[in-house]
């Protein structure tokens, strides 16, 4: 049913689209004109000879009345009461006729946005602005608009709404402020920034809510299902927190992305380092170890007994599943399944968790310091 709602909607709006669009090339053409909807110059003509004909009885039956009476003072509200009404409808004369730029002007650019649909004010807004609606005026000189006879006051449909760039320019700096940190979010980060967030949505309350939602001004809502009661005005504040943890979600994910690319980066400075740097050791080791040869230049088996580095030992684990290399006492062994980068993942023979080649390189550097310290003492003996 809701479906079947968004599809009526969706039809309504591609509709008056289409009719704000046939009107504003009217207007380019010169066979329309901007301004209130045909029949309201008349309409306005009789209701100001009739505020006239009020201000002129009264002004007459004020003449020889004390004026102190309270006559006087009845027909002298009546004449202020004239003047308060032609003011208010020049007013609303002039705030519609600048409106109705500003919408087409919106219109034109694309600026408008779809939380006027959400809120099923769209459709109104687009007749109101092509002349497409009545018009009438209530006795204090307040327009009013509609059809068939129901009207609302001007006030009530008056505002369009634009799509919050502002809002979403800043929730997006934000963004990549954090990802070029280049680290993971703590909580109390997050905290921080979410509050950050909730600063910037708050200048535009609702509408701008619901504009970055979805106006697709800022990624990762296109696909977010929205809970409808949570559109009503009446649960802004659930909305904003749905809307607080969607982006505070993305902006994590942007700064985990971040903090993943600078791995990335080093981990390719140090592979370039044993492609340049270490590239006759490299080729010595698979040498020595094709000829069952271990680092002291004794025979050994298959694990042997240690490698020229331990970026050496690491590069030749990563690339030969099943192979063994044997640091002290313990057997380093590489899998036979990869992990995100097509590279073997590499354990400790007994162990369950796969090891990074930090905590390798850690260990190894490690048992060659001890083992040249045992190698010192003896040469000292």
């Known amino acids: 049913m809701e479906d079947e709602q968004l599809m009526d909607q969706e039809a309504m709006d591609a509709a008056d689209n289409a009719g704000t669009a046939e009107y504003i090339e ?17 309409k306005i ?67 408008l946005s779809k939380s006027d649909s959400i809120d099923g004010k769209a459709s109104t807004v687009s007749k109101l602005y092509r002349g497409a609606l009545d018009m009438d005026i209530e006795a204090d000189g307040t327009l009013k608009f509609g059809t068939e006879g129901k009207f609302v006051p001007y006030s009530a449909i008056a505002n369009h709404s634009i799509k919050d760039f502002n809002s979403a320019n800043k929730i997006l700096k934000l963004t990549n402020d954090i990802y070029n940190t280049r680290m993971p979010m703590r909580p109390e980060r997050k905290a921080l920034v979410t509050n950050q967030v909730r600063d910037i949505v708050q200048q535009g309350g609702r509408s701008a809510v619901l504009s970055l939602i979805h106006d697709q001004l800022i990624p990762g809502f296109d696909k977010i299902q929205v809970p409808k009661e949570l559109y009503e005005p009446k649960n802004y504040p659930q909305l904003e927190k749905f809307f607080l943890d969607k982006v505070g979600a993305g902006i994590e994910a942007a700064a985990m992305e971040g903090y993943n690319e600078k791995l990335a980066q080093e981990t390719g400075k140090r592979e370039r380092s044993l492609d340049y740097k270490e590239l006759e050791r490299q080729a010595r080791y698979e040498f020595n170890k094709s000829h069952g040869i271990g680092q002291a230049g004794k025979t050994s088996g298959t694990s042997g007994t240690g490698v020229g580095s331990a970026g050496e030992a690491w590069n030749v684990l990563e690339k030969n599943p099943g192979k063994r290399v044997k640091i002290g006492n313990a057997t380093f062994i590489s899998g036979n399944e990869k992990d995100s980068k097509g590279r073997h993942v590499i354990k400790i023979d007994g162990g369950t968790a ?22 010192q003492q003896s040469n000292a003996k």
Do not use: C, H, W
Not at 26 to 42: E, F, I, Q, V
């Open 26 to 42: 009217k207007l380019n053409t010169g066979s329309a004109n901007l301004g209130l909807p045909t029949g309201s110059k008349d």
């Open 45 to 111: 003509n009789n209701y100001l000879i009739g505020l006239r004909r009020q201000y002129t009885d009264a002004r007459t039956a004020m003449n020889g009345l004390d004026t102190d009476s309270e006559e006087y003072q009845e027909n002298l509200n009546v004449m202020n009461g004239v003047n308060r009404s032609i003011q208010t409808l020049a007013s609303q004369v002039d705030s519609y006729k600048k409106n109705q730029i500003g919408y087409i002007q919106d219109f034109d650019n694309n600026a």
């Open 354 to 375: 796969a090891v990074d080649y930090e905590t390798f390189a850690k260990y190894a550097e490690k048992y060659l310091k001890e083992s040249n310290q045992v190698k």
